[in-house]
């Protein structure tokens, strides 16, 4: 089984990269929906062909496929489709490989990880693969902190009894496992406090900032 898995990324590292360079080679932006949409309509066919059953979620504004398995509690792989690159910018610096090195706008963050776990799902489809059910969540905004869609709600609704979950954005050159990943979050604060003039009766102000 694992090695033919690995067999499998061996045999098809021309389409991984093949794969890469079409995802990185469409401008998406998270403001860009007709070119995040082309990269989901491209990741959606890739989920397909990886025995997966794919499906657009609008609260979310992700592509959400589901992979059967054993009984057990599933598995979630998360990633997301948008760069942080304006329109024109893959006309501009298009995908690129130069020797171990490719760039290109989102090359590295992160269409390299979702590259990565296509042909991961694909390789495991290959091999027969039959342990625990896989999931996987791509978002379409996560570069504007889900600004514009209601992907926090979406994601803990459907990551609820998963056994664990693994972030596939790239890793550090030193092959380590991060085991952290740092947020975001919008929220508001009222704070009340007493009104004094600053020069005539600074005593009586209060201020709990
Ligand atoms: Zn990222």
């Known amino acids: 089984m694992k090695e033919d898995v690995f067999a499998y990324i061996d045999d098809h590292k021309a389409q991984m990269m093949d794969l890469w360079q079409d995802l ?9 929906r007709e070119g995040v949409d082309l990269v989901a309509k491209r990741v959606s066919k890739e989920l397909e062909e990886a025995g997966g ?14 992979f059967p398995g054993d009984s057990r509690a599933p598995v979630l792989l998360l990633g997301h489709m948008d760069t942080v690159f304006p329109v024109g910018e893959a006309a501009r610096r298009p995908f690129t490989v130069e020797g171990n090195r490719v760039t ?5 963050d992160m269409k390299g990880g979702v590259a990565v776990m296509l042909s991961a799902l ?15 969540i791509l978002v379409s905004d996560e570069e504007i902190a889900h600004n514009g869609s209601k992907a926090t709600v979406m994601l803990q609704r459907e ?6 979950c693994f972030n596939c954005e790239t890793g550090y050159e030193d092959d380590s496992l991060v085991i952290g990943r740092k947020g975001g979050v919008v929220f508001k604060a009222a704070v009340h406090g007493i009104a004094a003039h600053a020069g005539n ?8 900032i």
């Open 104 to 108: 290109g706008p989102g090359a590295l």
């Open 201 to 208: 009766n600074p005593r009586q102000g209060r201020s709990a």
């Open 53 to 66: 059953d794919a499906r657009w979620d609008e609260e979310g504004k992700a592509l959400i496929a589901e």
């Open 159 to 164: 990551a609820r009894g998963c056994a664990a």
């Open 24 to 32: 990185v080679n469409q401008d998406s932006p998270a403001s860009y």
């Open 122 to 136: 694909k390789a495991l489809h290959s091999a027969g693969f039959s342990g625990r059910p896989l999931k996987v």
